[in-house]
C-alpha cells in the first residue's frame, strides 16, 4: 500500500512529524458518493433466535422495508414482507395462528412460505396471492436472513462458521447487545482496517495487526497490551490484565466472529465477540454484540456469567465511543492516509463485491490480499504520550 499523502521536506521536533507545504500543494477535497439504496448480499443476524419464538409476530425494519418474524406451531422461525398482497396491512400488527400470520385488517392468513393459506370470508384464495419469503437459517442460538438484490438463494459455499462453545455447557450463554446507529453500514466495516483508532477511541494498545482478505472473509488479527494509563476490566480476584489476541473475521458484509483471549497475571480468559448488523435504511443500521466467555477452573459457574456482564458492558461502551464518532463524522470515499493506516482502499474493494452482481464480482475484490502494518512508529509514540499521561496525573495529584 502506498502512503497517501504529499511529504516534502519533513522534519522531526520531539518525536512529531511536519511536512512544509509547497506552492504546487492544492486543497485536498473530500469526495462522497451519493448513498446506493441497493443492500449487501449476504447472510445478516436479526439477533437471538429465542426472542422470535414467543407465539407474537415481530416487526423488523430492514433493507429499506419492513418484515414480519413469526414462529408457527410447527417451530420454524418465518421471515416475511410485513405488507399484506391484500389491501396492505401490517402483519407484525397481526397474530399468529397456527402456522401462520394473520393480517389485522382483514384476516388474510400468509404462511412461511409466502402463500396465502386461507381467506375466513371467501370461498378460495386467489392463485397469485402470495408475497415475499425470506430465506433464513438458525444456527448457535441466532437467527440469520438472507438478502439478495437478484433474488437468488444463498449458495451452499456462502456459510457462516459455526461458532465455538455457543451451545457448550463450558461456556456462558449469549449476552446480547442491539442499538440503532444512524450512519450508512460502511462505518462499521471500515474499523476492520483502522489499527489506530483502538488506542484514541478505544483506549487500547496495539502491537500488532495484520488484514488478511480472501473470498467473502476479512479477517483482522490484532495484539495488543493493557494501557498503563487507562483501567480496564479486571479478572476474577482483581487479577491484574496484562493485554489481548484477537482473531476477529467478517464472514459475509454484516457478521463478525471475534475469538478473543484476555491475558491476566497467571491465567488466559477465552471469549468469542459478535459484532453484527444489518441495515435498516441506506443512513442507519441496527448494531448488535454477543459475548460467551469460557468456563475454568478460575472461572467456574457464576464467576464466568458474571465476568461476561462485565465485559459486555466494556464492549457496549466502546460501541457508544464508535457511535459518537459516526454521528458527528462525514462519508468520505478517498480518505488520506498516511503509511501507518490500515488497506482501507482495500478494503472497501473487498466490500464491493457485497453491493454488485454476481456476475459483476471481480477478482480483485475476492483474490487473498495480506497486509502487516509496521507498528513500530505508533508504539513509540503510544509508549510516550502514555508516559506522559501518567506524569501530568501524578503532577495534578501532587498539587491538590
Known amino acids: 500500500m502506498t502512503c497517501d499523502i504529499a511529504c516534502e521536506h519533513p522534519s522531526t521536533v520531539e518525536g512529531m512529524i511536519h511536512v512544509t507545504a509547497t506552492e504546487s500543494d492544492t486543497i485536498r477535497a473530500i469526495e462522497a458518493e451519493a448513498i446506493s439504496a441497493r443492500f449487501a448480499r449476504g447472510w445478516h443476524c436479526l439477533g437471538l433466535a429465542g426472542r422470535f419464538k414467543d407465539g407474537t409476530p415481530h416487526t423488523i425494519d430492514a433493507f429499506g422495508q419492513r418484515l414480519v418474524v413469526f414462529t408457527g406451531e410447527d417451530g420454524a422461525v418465518n421471515v416475511l414482507d410485513a ?3 391484500h389491501m396492505g396491512g401490517d402483519l407484525s400488527q397481526g397474530t399468529v395462528k397456527g402456522n401462520t400470520i394473520a393480517c389485522p385488517f382483514h384476516d388474510w392468513r400468509w404462511g412461511g412460505d ?32 438472507w438478502n439478495d438484490p437478484e433474488g437468488r438463494k444463498p449458495p451452499a459455499d456462502v456459510t457462516i462458521p459455526v461458532i465455538e462453545g455457543a451451545t457448550r455447557d463450558d461456556w456462558t450463554d449469549w449476552l446480547w447487545t442491539e442499538t440503532t446507529v444512524h450512519a450508512n453500514c460502511r462505518e462499521v466495516v471500515d474499523n476492520v482496517v483502522d489499527m489506530a483508532h483502538f488506542f484514541y ?73 459478535i459484532n453484527c448488523h444489518y441495515p435498516i435504511d441506506e443512513n442507519s443500521f441496527s448494531l448488535h454484540s454477543g459475548i460467551i466467555v469460557r468456563r475454568s477452573d478460575r472461572l467456574p459457574g457464576d464467576a464466568a456469567e458474571e465476568t461476561a456482564r462485565r465485559l459486555s458492558g466494556f464492549i457496549l461502551a466502546g ?15 478517498n480518505p488520506l492516509l ?25 477478482p480483485e475484490m475476492t483474490g487473498r490480499f495480506e497486509y502487516e502494518i509496521d507498528t513500530t512508529r505508533p508504539v513509540e509514540s503510544w509508549q510516550r504520550e502514555c508516559a506522559e499521561n501518567i506524569a501530568r496525573r501524578e503532577a495534578e495529584g501532587a498539587t491538590t
Open 338 to 362: 498516511c503509511e501507518e493506516d490500515g488497506p482501507v482502499y482495500q478494503l472497501r474493494r473487498w466490500y464491493e463485491q457485497f453491493y454488485v452482481d454476481v456476475a459483476d464480482v471481480a
Open 319 to 333: 460501541f457508544e465511543q464508535d457511535i459518537e464518532i459516526w454521528r458527528n463524522k462525514t462519508r468520505i470515499d
Open 201 to 273: 477511541i478505544h483506549y487500547s494498545f496495539p502491537t500488532y495487526f495484520k488484514n488478511i482478505f480472501e473470498g467473502h472473509t476479512a479477517t483482522q488479527i490484532m495484539k495488543g497490551k493493557s494501557r498503563p494509563d487507562r483501567a480496564r476490566p479486571a479478572g476474577e480476584g482483581g487479577a491484574r490484565m496484562l493485554g489481548n489476541s484477537s482473531v476477529a473475521s467478517y464472514h459475509g458484509p454484516s457478521f463478525m466472529i471475534d475469538e478473543l483471549t484476555y491475558h491476566y497475571d497467571g491465567f488466559d480468559m477465552d471469549s468469542v465477540l
Open 83 to 85: 405488507h399484506c398482497r
Open 114 to 145: 409466502g402463500r396465502c393459506k386461507a381467506i375466513p370470508y371467501a370461498r378460495r384464495v386467489p392463485l397469485r396471492a402470495r408475497t415475499s419469503a425470506w430465506p433464513t437459517m438458525e444456527q448457535d442460538g441466532l437467527l440469520f436472513v
